[in-house]
């Protein structure tokens, strides 16, 4: 797993090195300078951020158990209409395990997030002072390209996600759903999966009806404008700024996701599209795929 925040802390270090680099040919300075001033206020933003996670993680433990309560109130209400329309099915053992399950895998999921995000800003540190930049490893164009189509594609991501992490966050935070910022940040990380991960943050949406008691009526304000937002955003605005640049099949990037997944994990969700970039530049430039077609 180390390969991981290897590879975080280099897309990390090309989204902040044209900034980087921008400054230094606004300014004189050197660029060390702007690029420590820059790492020292993403280091701060980052501490003030996972301060006030953790201070909200809190308050979630200490009212756990009348979540959980709520929870389990509005799942067996409709394991009970399930039950009468469908006989056959056992609802029985439908609560106690998969909530038991759910909650140690995010448990460990949080844990394992926050040291793969400390050691990827550790990791960047020394690419962006001691630069590793594909263009200095060399002239070849193969390489300077797959610099540029990680950079677009990570960049576009990045912005993308955040914009519908916001919106949703905001939107949630106006509806007075105490779990407004979990599920903000939970769309962010979860729209940096290709296709799937959109429909998981709105899913994600109905066990919190359930745990905050609302009416019949809110699930439609729940789910509908989250839906809607993730559609514009992820099928129409961001396909248009990303382009045709990647080259990639909707049809490799589905078989990417699956395959790197079963190699890294969850992770290899998240960074499928970019292991495939890296694939396809390196057959590319090998002339693989002239020789397999030959």
């Avoid at 701060?44 to 309560?69: A, G, M, P, Q, R």
């Avoid at 995010?106 to 001691?130: H, M, P, V, W």
């Avoid at 939970?186 to 899913?203: E, H, K, R, W």
């Avoid at 190699?263 to 002239?290: C, T």
């Amino acid at each position: 797993m180390v390969f991981i925040p290897l590879f975080i802390a280099y897309i990390f270090y090309l989204l902040v090195t044209p900034l980087i680099e921008f400054l230094g040919r606004r300014f004189s300075f050197p660029k060390k300078i702007y690029a420590t001033i820059i790492l020292m206020f993403l280091g701060v933003f980052f501490f003030l951020f996972f301060k006030y996670f953790w201070e909200s993680i809190n308050i979630l433990i200490n009212e756990f158990d009348t979540y959980i309560t709520q929870f389990r109130t509005f799942a067996e209400n409709y394991l009970a209409r399930l039950k009468q329309r469908i006989p056959m099915i056992n609802t029985e053992n439908m609560m106690s395990g998969p909530i038991a399950s759910i909650i140690q895998y995010s448990t460990t999921g949080i844990k394992d997030f926050i040291q793969i995000l400390t050691l990827s800003f550790i990791c960047s540190l020394f690419f962006i002072f001691d630069p590793l930049s594909l263009r200095k490893m060399g002239k070849n164009f193969t390489l300077i390209k797959l610099e540029k189509k990680l950079r677009h594609y990570a960049l576009i991501k990045s912005v993308t996600s955040l914009v519908t992490g916001l919106i949703i966050y905001f939107y949630l935070l106006f509806l007075g759903y105490e779990f407004a910022f979990f599920l903000g940040f939970g769309t962010f990380l979860l729209n940096f999966i290709p296709s799937f991960g959109s429909i998981i943050a709105t899913l994600l949406l109905i066990p919190v009806f359930g745990i905050e008691e609302r009416t019949g009526s809110d699930i439609l304000a729940l789910l509908i404008f989250p839906g809607l937002v993730q559609f514009i955003i992820g099928n129409i605005i961001e396909p248009k700024f990303m382009g045709e640049a990647l080259h990639l099949s909707p049809v490799i990037i589905i078989l990417s996701l699956i395959f790197w997944s079963i190699i890294f994990g969850v992770y290899g969700l998240f960074l499928g599209v970019p292991f495939s970039l890296v694939i396809d530049a390196a057959i590319r430039s090998s002339n693989l795929k002239k020789k397999l077609w030959n």
